[in-house]
T-cell receptor, first 113, second 113 residues
Framework: DSGVTQTPKHLITATGQRVTLRCSPRSGDLSVYWYQQSLDQGLQFLIQYYNGEERAKGNILERFSAQQFPDLHSELNLSSLELGDSALYFC????????????FGPGTRLLVL | GNSVTQMEGPVTLSEEAFLTINCTYTATGYPSLFWYVQYPGEGLQLLLKATKADDKGSNKGFEATYRKETTSFHLEKGSVQVSDSAVYFCALRGSGNTGKLIFGQGTTLQVKP
């Protein structure tokens, strides 16, 4: 158990809908990262937050947004969902320094029908 | 930009065989290198890491050496077990002030008794 929790574990929804994925980092970790794992794109970095502020952005679609709250949990919002958004979404967290090890949560599996 | 290339799988071995999974990278500066493992139905777990050239990371019988001259970080294990069956990801983190990880495509290892 990495100490990073993600909810829900599974999510099934329809095209055009909006969903919110939630991540609670390990106790004391200030950085949260979101990654998407899909069959065609592999594991891709989406976005990083550090202590409530956006730190880095990767290949994140405009339909996707994220935020980190004062209690340091983070949410990833996916809107206008398409079939191709079906994937496993991972959250990871690390301590203050960006060079610290990232610990991954178990992931949320999203299926868009 | 930075990238990671892994050997394609699946790799099928008999128990107690020697394992090598090749990983090469392209990066500017001095990246840190990682191997993560994903067991069926689970999130990613850090297996080992190396933060500078000639460092050797090791854990649970697995080893990898950071070779700057060949830009490689090959994963090896002398004697694999059925329980090592999983997907293995090579990853790099650049030397900037973000912690984002860039992953290879992953290599599936299946170990047969």
């Amino acid at each position: 158990d990495s100490g990073v929790t993600q909810t829900p574990k599974h999510l099934i929804t329809a095209t055009g809908q909006r969903v919110t994925l939630r991540c609670s980092p390990r106790s004391g970790d200030l950085s949260v990262y979101w990654y998407q794992q899909s069959l065609d794109q592999g594991l891709q970095f989406l976005i990083q937050y550090y202590n409530g502020e956006e730190r880095a952005k990767g290949n994140i679609l405009e339909r996707f947004s994220a935020q980190q709250f004062p209690d340091l949990h983070s949410e990833l919002n996916l809107s206008s969902l398409e079939l191709g958004d079906s994937a496993l979404y991972f959250c990871a967290s690390s301590r203050m320094d960006p060079q610290e090890t990232q610990y991954f949560g178990p992931g949320t599996r999203l299926l868009v029908l | 930009g930075n990238s990671v290339t892994q050997m394609e799988g699946p790799v099928t071995l008999s128990e107690e065989a020697f394992l090598t999974i090749n990983c090469t990278y392209t990066a500017t500066g001095y990246p840190s290198l990682f191997w993560y493992v994903q067991y069926p139905g689970e999130g990613l777990q850090l297996l080992l890491k190396a933060t500078k050239a000639d460092d050797k990371g090791s854990n649970k019988g697995f080893e990898a050496t950071y070779r700057k001259e060949t830009t490689s970080f090959h994963l090896e294990k002398g004697s694999v077990q059925v329980s090592d069956s999983a997907v293995y990801f090579c990853a790099l983190r650049g030397s900037g002030n973000t912690g984002k990880l860039i992953f290879g495509q992953g290599t599936t290892l299946q170990v047969k008794p």
